[in-house]
């Protein structure tokens, strides 16, 4: 039916008509596509520069924190340190002129969502009771074991009262 009824005309329309495969149109692996000029995928671009956050805003901006491991362990081994009842506190001159903190929650066999809610009240009474009164520092906040238990208002005090006499 198909084989020799088909005339010349409605042969060339279906080969028209045809979707072309993956490696014929240059999109394929045999075909190399250029990086594009424009955007964020432009080659040499110059650094995006970041205007500084305020210390008082609804967030802890990142200037203000222990962003990279190394800084938490050189401040944890080389630092002062101070124990409270639920936390552990080291510290050390900051090399970047102003206060940064860093919190670290270990697991101690609790779940995830423990971890991350200890986590944010600690994050908030920094940012709210301690930053705005910390001197040139470089401070960790280490969480533990009893810490998980606490009480809000417990760990305010706690954190407050030490971090006003570390220096």
């Not at 080389?78 to 206060?99: E, F, K, V």
């Not at 940064?100 to 991350?116: E, K, L, M, W």
Request: net charge positive; hydrophobic share 35%; proline share 10%.
């Amino acid at each position: 039916m198909y084989g020799s009824e088909l005339s010349a005309t409605q042969s060339a329309a279906h080969q028209q008509a045809r979707v072309p495969r993956a490696d014929e149109n240059g999109v394929g692996a045999c075909h190399v596509i250029p990086s594009p000029q424009k955007g964020a995928e432009a080659p040499h671009r110059p650094p995006a520069v970041q205007e500084p956050e305020p210390v008082t805003g609804e967030r802890l901006p990142r200037r203000v924190r222990l962003t990279r491991g190394s800084d938490l362990t050189s401040c944890w081994e080389a630092g002062r340190r101070r124990r409270t009842p639920h936390l552990d506190l080291a510290w050390r001159p900051s090399p970047a002129g102003h206060a940064r903190t860093g919190i670290i929650v270990p697991r101690y066999q609790s779940s995830a969502v423990a971890r991350n809610r200890l986590r944010r009240r600690l994050r908030e009474i920094i940012r709210r009771d301690v930053l705005s009164g910390l001197p040139p520092i470089d401070l960790v906040v280490r969480a533990k074991r009893a810490t998980y238990a606490a009480p809000f208002a417990v760990l305010r005090a706690e954190l407050t009262d030490a971090v006003s006499k570390l220096t």
